[in-house]
């Protein structure tokens, strides 16, 4: 996702919030540091979704990276300038906390500042399966204008690795966010009549 935002000529403010720091380690036993951030971010760019090293060598000049926990951070105001935000993979505690306009985090709260502005919010929520609070939230969600990505990989896009997966669900959110990508292979319809996905 951050690979194509930065391909795309997008600038990129970054916040990792705390449970996605905890994520982050559990599932790939990278530690995200403030004060290594960049560091961080370039070793777990490294790797592919397979775990296999990935030799891409990305660019972060477009990076501005915001500690969670900054309250008074640019993306805090509605007067800062941002086409729009997405948060990927979204926990139901972070649905929850947005939806309820908790602003608990630079996260939440900067989910909130897209809302009231009417700017674009993608939120891709990874969790399954979900219970009725968390659907009424993610309703909510939609009811204030975000789109709800769930995090869906689809097949018929001809994934071959693991990583094709992690791309199909990444160019939907950016499909969703108006940012143009090469991420999949796009669907074009079968011979013989038959009907595309949705």
């Not at 970054?14 to 070793?43: K, M, P, Q």
């Not at 800062?80 to 630079?106: E, F, H, Q, W």
């Not at 929520?125 to 009725?132: A, K, Q």
Request: proline share 4%.
């Amino acid at each position: 996702m951050l690979r194509a935002l930065l391909a795309a000529g997008e600038n990129v403010d970054l916040v990792v919030s705390r449970a996605s720091r905890l994520t982050l380690l559990d599932e790939t036993g990278i530690s995200f540091r403030d004060g290594h951030w960049e560091a961080d971010l370039r070793e777990w760019l490294a790797r592919g979704a397979d775990g296999k090293p990935d030799t891409f060598e990305t660019d972060l000049s477009g990076v501005r990276y915001w500690n969670a926990g900054d309250l008074a951070a640019g993306p805090s105001s509605g007067s800062y300038p941002a086409r729009g935000m997405i948060i990927v993979p979204a926990s139901t505690a972070c649905v929850a906390g947005v939806a309820l306009g908790l602003s608990k985090d630079l996260l939440q709260r900067a989910a909130s500042v897209t809302l009231k502005e009417r700017r674009t919010l993608v939120v891709a929520v990874r969790e399954t399966p979900l219970d009725g609070r968390t659907l009424r939230h993610l309703v909510t969600l939609d009811d204030a204008g975000a789109t709800v990505v769930p995090a869906s990989p689809a097949f018929y896009a001809g994934a071959t690795h693991i990583q094709d997966l992690v791309d199909f669900v990444a160019g939907r959110v950016l499909d969703a966010a108006g940012v143009a990508h090469g991420l999949y292979r796009r669907w074009e319809g079968r011979l013989g009549g038959g009907s595309r996905p949705a």
